[in-house]
């Protein structure tokens, strides 16, 4: 791979993560989800990072890291 080469990938990664699975359309939607241990959250989407999300319960504010996240469920 020359030089030339590798700035074209590192260009194309920022585009990927504006075109995240999780679309901005999501906020403020109520979602179930499920993560790797086996536990489920539901609450409603507040606000969606890079690499994690947070989402208001019906007692608390949880910040979830995406790399935990097995399936999300929009209700």
Avoid at 1 to 29: C, H, P, T, W
Avoid at 47 to 70: F, H, P, R, W
């Amino acid at each position: 791979m020359s030089y030339n080469d590798r700035n074209n990938v590192f260009k194309g990664s920022a585009q990927r993560y504006s075109k995240d699975s999780f679309v901005r359309e999501l906020i403020g939607k109520v979602v179930k989800i499920t993560l790797t241990n086996g536990s489920v959250v539901q609450g409603r989407l507040i606000e969606l990072g890079m690499y994690d999300v947070k989402v208001q319960t019906a007692t608390n504010q949880l910040i979830i890291l995406k790399s935990g996240i097995l399936t999300v469920e929009v209700l």
